[in-house]
C-alpha cells in the first residue's frame, strides 16, 4: 500500500482518555472552517455591489433633470445677455474684466477677446464699484478708438460670502446728451 500524504491546515484539539491510556483527537480542515466566511463574503459584496449600483442609478434619476434644468436656465441666461440692448459686464476682484456681451463691443469698439482680461477702468477711468455713481449722472467712457462716451452706469452689489464680483449695466447715453444739449439751446 502507498500512502499519499498531503498537507492539509486543520484546527485539532486532543483530549488525554487516563482509562484506556489513550488520547482522543478532534481535527476539522481550516478550509471547512473558512467556507462560510468566505461565502458571507461574497454575499456581502454581491448585496454592496448591488447596493452601489442602484444608488448610482437612483442619483442619476434625481439628478440629471436638475443639470438639465441648470443647463436650460445658463443657456437662457446667456442668451438675454447676448441679446440685451445694453452693455452687460461682470468685473472680477481685481477689477478685470471676466465678460463682456455684444452691447458692450458696440459701445467700446473691443472685441470680447480683447476685453477680457483688462482692467475695466481702461475702457470706464472712474470705475469705482465702491462709489457707485447713480444712473442719472454719467460717467465717462473710453472707446478703442479713443473717443470718449457718456455712460449711465449701473453696478451690482457683490455675492455676500463670495469674491468681490460685480455686474455692470452701461448704456450709451453720449447722443441723448447731446440732442438734449441742441435742445435746450435751441430753447433759449
Not at 64 to 90: C, F, N, Q, W
Amino acid at each position: 500500500d502507498v500512502w499519499i500524504q498531503r498537507e492539509v491546515w486543520a484546527w485539532a484539539e486532543e483530549e488525554p482518555l487516563a482509562v484506556l491510556d489513550m488520547g482522543l483527537v478532534a481535527k476539522i480542515d481550516l478550509a471547512e472552517i473558512r467556507e462560510p466566511f468566505v461565502q458571507a463574503a461574497w454575499r456581502g459584496g454581491a448585496v454592496a455591489l448591488l447596493a452601489i449600483v442602484l444608488s448610482a442609478f437612483l442619483f442619476m434619476g434625481a439628478t440629471l433633470p436638475l443639470v438639465h434644468r441648470v443647463k436650460e436656465s445658463e443657456a437662457y441666461s446667456r442668451m438675454i445677455v447676448e441679446s440685451a440692448a445694453d452693455g452687460i459686464m461682470t468685473v472680477d476682484e481685481r477689477g478685470r474684466i471676466t465678460s463682456f456681451n455684444p452691447a458692450c463691443v458696440a459701445i467700446f469698439g473691443y472685441s470680447e477677446q480683447d476685453a477680457l482680461g483688462c482692467e475695466a477702468t481702461r475702457l470706464i477711468p472712474d470705475f469705482d464699484p465702491a462709489a457707485r455713481s447713480p444712473a442719472n449722472d454719467p460717467v465717462r467712457g473710453v472707446r478703442l478708438d479713443g473717443a470718449e462716451r457718456s455712460l449711465e452706469l449701473s453696478v451690482s452689489e457683490p455675492a455676500p460670502g463670495g469674491p468681490a464680483r460685480y455686474t455692470l449695466l452701461v448704456r450709451d447715453v453720449t447722443e441723448r446728451l447731446r440732442l438734449e444739449a441742441e435742445l435746450r439751446h435751441a430753447q433759449k
